[in-house]
């Protein structure tokens, strides 16, 4: 009678489950879906970036970041049509809207009879639709430079963030007197890299954005000057994204065997 020790047992199990795991992997690799190269293309995408403000936006607002939702439909021309939301917030902001609720040692006093604790945020948001063109630089995929206009409504403002809500200038609607609300017709331009690969697997832009806003104040007059809001404004943005895609190709996949 022959007897097999338990560690050999073991030792022929981890061999062949390592067999097992081995022939998977070689009928998996022997066959994979290859996007077409031509065909219409269903593409949203997801980005992160950020911002330099210029023209009358630098001097209320310093640098910001961004969060945008972007869907895309490329034609089988590489055509480009598109949607843009671009949520913008940073922490800077320059212009001191409070000043006049202030005392002399520059600290807010709150209704408790303790000092304010009052943080200002700036806020704003980018939504409009455009056209453009991709234009390939291999013949292996689509992946090349993409050139894209749009126009939409720029707006942004300033958001009062009172901890214990103690200030009785900015609870229940008052803020609106302070917060420079402001909105208009804006222009963007956007050039970057898009890149496409056949199987699937990395879909991704890197975006240069410039965003000229003609915009106005909404409020009729600010509570902190007592003068009326400004009518006309350039506000200008410079940015950068980088775009995750995730594309849903019109045409029938290719299946490739090696």
């Known amino acids: 009678m022959t007897y097999v020790s338990s560690g050999n047992k073991s030792k022929s199990f981890w061999g062949m489950l390592a067999v097992i795991f081995l022939l998977s992997g070689q009928l998996t690799a022997q066959e994979e879906p290859l996007k077409p190269v031509g065909g219409a293309v269903i593409d949203p995408g997801f980005g992160l970036g950020a911002n330099v403000p210029a023209g009358d936006l630098s001097a209320r607002y310093g ?46 006093p709150g209704d408790d009879s303790q000092l304010a604790d009052v943080i200002l945020r700036q806020r704003g948001l980018y939504i409009g639709a455009g056209a453009g063109k991709l234009f390939p630089l291999r013949s292996q995929n689509r992946s090349g430079i993409k050139a894209l206009v749009s126009g939409g409504i720029l707006q942004h403002g300033i958001r009062f963030v009172d901890e214990r809500n103690s200030v009785a200038q900015l609870r229940v609607g008052r803020s609106k007197g302070y917060d420079r609300l402001t909105r208009g017709f804006a222009l963007k331009e956007t050039i970057g890299y898009k890149l496409m690969t056949r199987n699937g697997r990395m879909n991704f832009e890197l975006n240069f954005d410039f965003i000229q806003g003609f915009t106005s104040e909404v409020r009729a007059y600010n509570f902190d000057t007592g003068l009326p809001t400004i009518k006309s404004r350039v506000d200008l943005l410079f940015g950068i994204r980088l775009v995750w895609n995730l594309p849903f190709y019109l045409g029938s996949e290719e299946v490739v065997y090696y």
């Open 63 to 108: 640098s910001n970041l961004n969060f945008s939702v972007s869907p895309s439909l490329i034609t089988d021309k590489n055509w480009i049509l598109q949607g843009d939301f671009i949520y913008l917030f940073g922490n800077k902001v320059k212009e001191d809207v409070l000043a006049p609720l202030r005392n002399t040692s520059g600290y807010i």
